[in-house]
């Protein structure tokens, strides 16, 4: 059965206090792998999409990498502005998005 | 340019009430993809439709079905509403199979039922 799971759960951080956050997934037929970020209340914002183990992606203060097997999104240097909820997301064979359950992401000033 | 368009944003409704979702898809994109979103959990897809037909269907019960129009737009109707059917539904929209950027999401529908 296709799976992700995301940890941890919740992540507290200092401002300027370096982390990752963690994608476990098993799926056939992998098509690509997502990063959203959801704000309270919001839907799921687009971050970043991987297609093939060995690939990385950045966009501000986010990079995201990709393995057969997990994807890690590392966060550098966070501001409180950052704080939101982190989707991980594959999509299968039949191009449907498969989520995790998220990791809540909390920057303190 | 407006993104993907859901209405109402809140809405309270009675066990074994029915409930009508309202989505429009971001301009250009042509498939919509329903999403229940739990407290706490990441989004469950319900289904997608692409040229007014559902294209496929996750592990949701009959009461849910859904319509989508000649303009893209796209309703998600709920019958014999229970009380774990209280969760946020999100539309989602695409152009095709949406693998480049995943899909466009609204900010959702919060449904609460009583």
């Known amino acids: 059965e296709d799976q992700v799971t995301q940890s941890p759960e919740a992540l507290r951080l200092q401002e300027g206090e370096s982390s990752s956050l963690n994608c476990s997934y098993t799926v056939s037929g992998l098509r690509g792998l997502f990063w959203y970020r959801q704000d309270p209340g919001k839907g799921p914002e687009f971050l970043f999409t991987l297609y093939s183990a060995g690939e990385e992606k950045e966009k501000e203060r986010l990079k995201a990498t990709l393995t057969k097997k997990e994807s890690f999104l590392h966060i550098t240097a966070p501001k409180p502005e950052d704080s939101a909820t982190y989707l991980c997301?594959?999509?299968?064979?039949?191009?449907?998005?498969?989520f995790g359950s998220g990791t809540r992401l909390l920057v303190r000033p | 340019d407006a993104g993907v368009t859901q209405s109402p944003t809140h809405l309270i409704k009675t066990r074994g009430q029915q409930v009508t979702l309202r989505c429009s898809p971001k301009?250009?994109?042509?498939?919509v993809s329903w999403y229940q979103q739990a407290l706490g959990q990441g989004p469950q897809f319900i289904f997608q439709y692409y040229e007014e037909e559902e294209r496929q269907r996750g592990n949701f019960p009959d009461r849910f079905s859904g319509h989508q129009f000649p303009n893209y737009s796209s309703e998600l109707n709920v019958n014999a509403l229970l009380l774990g059917d209280s969760a946020l539904y999100l539309c989602?929209?695409?152009f095709g199979q949406g693998t480049n950027y995943g899909y466009t999401f609204g900010s959702g529908t919060r449904l609460t039922v009583v």
């Open positions: 301009s250009g994109h042509d498939t």
């Open positions: 989602a929209s695409s």
């Open positions: 997301a594959v999509m299968d064979s039949s191009y449907k998005l498969i």
